[in-house]
Each structure stands twice: as structure tokens, then as C-alpha cells.
């Protein structure tokens, strides 16, 4: 799973697994338009070395801790607070408020004191719309306040506003988008099962995750935790944590009988999403996000309130096609054809690295056209010799590495005057350990491109 799989929510569950055998890619996510027609929200940025959602040259000025993400302990971080808006509004000069004057400033605080009461009791989304109704009062600048407008003077308004809109950005609302939808919308049952449902999360920086909209992955804690898990979310068991292996090869030495996760099939219907929004405050995870049908946002709140139990959603992959497939990484093979140091600088007299122009993609381009290595007669390889320290190779016969003709190699380690060159070499020049400088001498002289093994 790339980077836990892209979407933040993962986070909520520690770690995640992904276990389904599935591809969908082309996925189409709409853009989420603004809610009103309001000036765009202008939110305070920079850096934040607290992490509470304020930048760091905003916190003096509003008298908070530039290294106590809750400088007041109201269990609110200072960039989501409204307190922090109602410290600015107590300082402002009664001429502010305009002909209102302190009735107008009495106003705008007891707004500020109802939404952090919603934001203590959990109450997100009343939280949220009582910002927007409040913002309203507060919109008429540029080019000047408008008559039903709380704040007159424009300075003080957007300033204002600008932290109003930062307690906003801080925290999280969830909408439901029709609109979002992966390209296949349902995925063939397991072991003759029900079709399965997907559905698509966008995360607040845009990028969007499909999952299977009622099946979660779950490493409980012994059978009884798995047990009332099941039978909260009215969940079938449809793959359990057990090994799998292939034809008649029988139990692995190497790897455990169980892995610990089940893929379960849960009802959404059992979950609620009133609590989707407070769940992912508590997890840190900030701003707005969208789900493709209710049905998703009940299993990600799901998720999100079953912290005593391992959760995870069950993503399915993104596996990019790949011209010449070398390491393997999770969803598939990094592509040596666009790698910068392999590819042509098309564009010379353009500022930046392009490419270093050293023809290897075209050199391998050439040889398969050439038909070399051929496939389907004998050939006598080249034999080069790689002198150096730290080869990959298994510790007694080097074999299993695909990049190898013949498999193992002829080896002989002058060290220990023996014919096992492989493990890591220490103790010489810069190459701190483990060194692995010979693998990787050997992989520009002799790794065979392209098949999906490590790097030529």
C-alpha cells in the first residue's frame, strides 16, 4: 500500500492491509464546489511548528503558544478554536462595530461561545453551519461592509474573517457527492457471494481513494473482540486471517499460519455517520471531505469510532502500467523508462533536468529490436567479473535473484578465501553499513532490464 494508501483516514486504523485481488483504475472525481457565493475563504498559511492549525507568525498576535497546540486546555487545537476569533473581536475599538457598537460586538461573541459549545459537545456539523450563518455577518469587504454586516470597518472584518475562516478550514465536514464514482461501480463476489459495492473518498488535498464501500479489514484483538464486532455491524466473515497457499505446496516454513486480519462484510446500515465528522477531528485529520454515497461515509465513520479494534477500509489498487517494469513496489513496478537519469532531455535549451541524454532506454529499445538476448535459440553470454563488496545473493548459493545468468554466479570472496561472496560489505570508504556497493555496480554493468526484479 502506497504512502497508507493516500487517503488520511488510514491513519485512524493504525495500519492497513490490502488484500483485495482487484484493480480499478481511470477513477473520475468531481471537484467539490463553494457552498455560497460568499467571498472565498482566505486562510491564514505558513509554517506551524505545533502542528495546531495556526501559523506560527499568527500566534503572538493572538496571544496563544507557538509550542502548545491548546494553549487555553479546552481540549480544542488553537486553529479550530473560536476562542481564538473572540480574543481578536474583544480587542477590536468599539468604532469597529459601526453604528451597532458594542451590541454588535455582543452579538458576534455569543456566536463565537454557541459554536465552540457544539465543537466540546461533538456537535461538528451544527458547528460548521452556524460558521457559515455567522460569516455572512461578516462578508461585506472588499469593497466595504454591508449594511446587515457586524463589523464596519473593512480591516477589522477580514481580519476577522480570516480567522474565521481558518477555525473552518481546521475542522472537518463531510459532504455526499453523486457525482464521485470510481469507472466500475461494483466488483464480482468472493467464493460466490454478493457483488460488491464500490465507492470513492476524497480527501481534502483533492485525492480520491475507492474501497469497497461494506467490507472492512479487522485485527482483532482474540475471537470474542471479533466476535461483537460481528455481530454490532450484522458482519459475515468473508476471508479469515489464514495463510494461503497455492496447489499442494502445503504450510510455509517461512511466513505465520495467520496474518491476524479478516476481510469482513458489514451492514452500513448498522452505523451512523453523525459521528463521522467528530471521529476524524480526533484523528487529526482536518478539512473537507467528500464520499461518493452515504453508505460510504457510514463505513468510514465505522472506522473512524472503532479505535479499540484494528479497522481498516479495504482500498483497492492502483497499479500503473509500466514501459520497462524494474523494482517491485506496492501496486506494481517503478517504470525505469521515465526515470530522469535514463531518459532524453527533449528540450535542451529549457531550464531543468529533462533527462541526461545517456541513451540507455534507447540502447535496450535497440537490442530487443535487434532480437538480443534471442529467446528461442542458445547464446553464449559475455562473462564480466564485478570486483567490489556488498552482492545480494543468498548466503549459501545466490540463487533467486532473476538478474543472475547462470544462477548463482561463479563467486569467490577474498576475505575469507571461500566461494560465498554474498551479504554486505562493512568497514571501507564512505559506504556506510550495510553497503551494498557491488549489487549495485553489478546492476548498471548487468541486470537485465525490464523484468520486475531489481534495477538495471
Known sequence: MAGLRRLALAALAGLCVATTPFIVTDLRAAGVPPASSAPPMAVPSGPDADDDGLPDALEAGVGTSRTKPDSDGDGIRDGGDPDIVATVVRGLPSASFGAGRETNRKALLAQLQGIEDKLIAGRIDPAIAQIATLRKRIDGCPPAAGRDDWIATCSAQLRVRSLLDLV?????????????????????????????????????????????????????????????????????????????????????????????????????????????????????????????????????????????????????????????????????????????????????????????????????????????????????????????????????????????????????????????????GTGWGNCAYPCWHGQEAFGVALARPGNGFGSA
Open 168 to 424: 473552518r478550514a481546521n475542522r472537518v465536514t463531510i459532504r455526499i457527492d453523486a457525482k464521485l464514482a470510481p469507472a466500475v461501480t461494483t466488483l464480482p463476489g468472493i467464493a460466490g457471494g454478493p457483488s460488491r459495492p464500490l465507492a470513492v473518498a476524497v480527501a481534502p488535498d483533492g485525492t480520491a481513494e475507492p474501497f469497497v464501500a461494506n467490507e472492512v479489514l479487522v485485527h482483532p484483538k482474540d475471537p470474542a473482540a471479533l466476535a461483537a464486532f460481528v455481530k454490532k455491524y450484522g458482519g459475515t466473515i468473508v476471508r479469515d486471517a489464514t495463510t494461503l497457499v497455492t496447489g499442494d505446496a502445503g504450510p510455509s516454513r517461512s511466513l505465520p499460519s495467520s496474518f491476524g486480519w479478516y476481510l469482513v462484510r458489514v451492514s452500513p446500515a448498522r452505523s451512523t455517520r453523525a459521528d463521522l465528522a467528530a471521529g476524524f477531528e480526533r484523528g487529526g485529520m482536518r478539512g473537507a471531505w467528500s464520499f461518493s454515497s452515504d453508505a460510504a461515509a457510514r463505513t468510514a465513520a465505522l472506522i473512524a469510532r472503532e479505535t479499540a479494534i484494528d479497522v481498516a477500509p479495504n482500498f483497492l489498487a492502483d497499479v500503473q502500467a509500466c514501459a520497462i517494469c524494474e523494482h517491485p513496489v506496492p501496486g506494481g513496478n517503478l517504470d525505469a523508462a521515465t526515470w530522469w537519469w535514463m531518459t532524453e532531455d527533449d528540450r535542451p535549451a529549457d531550464p531543468g533536468e529533462h533527462g541526461l541524454s545517456v541513451g540507455v532506454v534507447h540502447a535496450w529499445q535497440y537490442l530487443r529490436y535487434k532480437g538480443y538476448p534471442p529467446v528461442a535459440t542458445p547464446y553464449e553470454p559475455v562473462t564480466v567479473a564485478i570486483i567490489d563488496t556488498g552482492f545480494d545473493l543468498d548466503p549459501t548459493t545466490g540463487t533467486g535473484n532473476p538478474d543472475y545468468a547462470p544462477n548463482p554466479p561463479p563467486q569467490i570472496d577474498l576475505v575469507d578465501d571461500d566461494f560465498m561472496a554474498g551479504g554486505p
